[in-house]
């Protein structure tokens, strides 16, 4: 770890991250832990590691433990899919249907329940550009707000607790209309486990074994999978829940979690495990134009266009977002192709640059990537759901305001 003061960044002032999350998350059972890391400028410049791993047996947190990411595998699984698109296999514009035939009828909800339903044909038919910015007219199940989202909770149609496999998922999900024309609204939804199907369909091979061979390998983030191997079971962290009467309690124990075994359907929206150091990795790749330490992922002019606003009409995610997501209370962010990106800083209230990508997890995991800043943030705990508390800005806020220098 190099000296923060080397890459323009204050020691004592970075500092404030671990004694802030200490005092107003770790001390007061808010948080289980916290893992903190601060890349800026081809170094690591800070690094924080605390509380417990497993709150019930006292297991202290360490740097190399495993997590559930969840949705932060939704933008491994946007990258796996870009890597398709640039050897000219799929093209964004490509309708789903070309792939996925039995989605070429697909309507749009207009009235019913699950086995009778109503639907209306589409304006236009869904692409696979649909899939990657969310504007599909899928959904989740958790949404809770229509019969469409009531189906994907009778069906099991979240991903993660899917059963029968990737082609399974995909032909129930056929069954169920949309809850919107594509392309009309954007709404957080289960499409970039659709992205993993077709990954699979397209390339030809399982979706795990091509992450593995065309992303984690190269990469070298050796502890990313979507199961916790026998022999890394010790590393792995409880997950908590802060439920409506504020007490944080046990909601996986990682002696028994779902996590152990290879998963029937491998979740592109949320199945995966992961270490900072593994993930920070998958973020410097993003940082350096599709590249590290001579593994080329991706193109640099392909990660540009990824982190452009991709919403239909250049609107941001407030005024075109029918969901509920954590980062709601945000204005001034647009979505791309994989990531929410800030495209009005003023807007968004808080510190930070134009152009920064980012995502999180269920689990309140978080990341950020800053290209003007040259600059990658990994933060890592457990706890659901990630909308409990304000980590994620005031970590933004924390890390800003550690600079001593700024390209803008």
Same mark, same amino acid.
């Given at each position: ?38 890349? !800026? ?10 509380? =417990? ?49 039995? *989605? ?17 044909? @589409? ?8 899939? +990657?910015?969310?504007?599909? $007219?899928?959904?989740? $199940? ?11 909770? &009778? ?24 809850? %919107?024309?594509?392309?009309?609204? *954007? ?19 399982? =979706? ?11 990469? &070298? ?5 979507? #199961? ?7 590393? %792995? ?9 504020? &007490? ?17 359907? &491998? ?14 990795? =998958? ?46 209370? #945000? ?6 192709? $994989? ?7 003023? !807007? ?9 990508? =980012? *995502? $999180? ?5 978080? %990341? *950020? ?7 990658? @943030? ?16 005031? +970590?933004?806020? +924390?890390?800003?305001?550690? #600079? ?5």
């Amino acid at each position: 770890m190099t000296k923060p003061e080397a890459v323009g960044l204050s020691s004592e002032r970075l500092q404030r991250i671990e004694t802030f999350i200490q005092s107003r998350y770790i001390d007061t059972g808010k948080l289980p832990c916290a893992l903190t890391q601060v890349w !800026r400028r081809g170094q690591l410049a800070y690094s924080a590691v605390q509380g =417990f791993a497993d709150r019930e047996r006292g297991t202290a947190l360490k740097a190399d433990s495993l997590f559930r990411i969840y949705s932060m595998t939704k933008p491994v699984t946007s990258v796996a899919f870009m890597m398709l698109v640039e050897e000219g296999l799929v093209s964004l514009d490509d309708p789903v249907h070309r792939f996925i035939p039995g *989605w070429r009828d697909l309507g749009v909800f207009n009235g019913g329940v699950l086995g009778s339903f109503l639907t209306k044909r @589409v304006n236009e038919p869904m692409r696979m550009i649909d899939l +990657l910015r969310h504007t599909a $007219g899928l959904t989740y $199940g958790f949404q809770q707000q229509t019969n469409v989202d009531a189906a994907y909770r &009778k069906l099991k149609l979240d991903g993660i607790d899917s059963e029968g496999g990737l082609q399974e998922f995909v032909d129930r999900l056929g069954t169920v209309p949309l809850e %919107f024309s594509p392309g009309q609204s *954007w709404n957080y939804s289960v499409a970039t486990d659709v992205l993993g199907y077709l990954v699979e369909k397209i390339s030809g091979q399982p =979706f795990d074994a091509f992450l593995k061979a065309r992303i984690f390998d190269p990469l &070298k983030m050796v502890d990313t999978g979507f #199961f916790v191997p026998e022999s890394q079971k010790a590393r %792995f962290t409880a997950c908590y829940a802060l439920t409506p009467t504020g &007490k944080v309690m046990l909601q996986d124990d990682p002696e028994t979690s779902r996590f152990l075994s290879d998963p029937a359907v &491998k979740s592109g929206g949320g199945g995966l495990v992961s270490t900072a150091d593994d993930y920070m990795r =998958f973020c410097r790749m993003l940082l350096n134009g599709g590249e590290l330490d001579g593994a080329r992922l991706l193109s640099p002019k392909t990660i540009r266009l990824m982190t452009m606003n991709h919403l239909p009409g250049g609107k941001e995610l407030t005024e075109l977002s029918k969901s509920l997501f954590s980062e709601a209370v #945000f204005e001034g962010l647009g979505f791309g192709l $994989g990531f929410a990106m800030t495209v009005d800083q003023a !807007r968004t209230k808080n510190i930070g640059s134009h152009g920064e990508f =980012f *995502w $999180g997890g269920m689990a309140s995991t978080a %990341f *950020w990537i800053d290209p003007v800043e040259d600059l990658a @943030v990994v933060f890592m705990t457990q706890l659901m759901p990630s909308s409990a508390y304000p980590i994620r800005r005031e +970590l933004r806020t +924390l890390v800003y305001s550690a #600079f001593t220098d700024s390209a803008a």
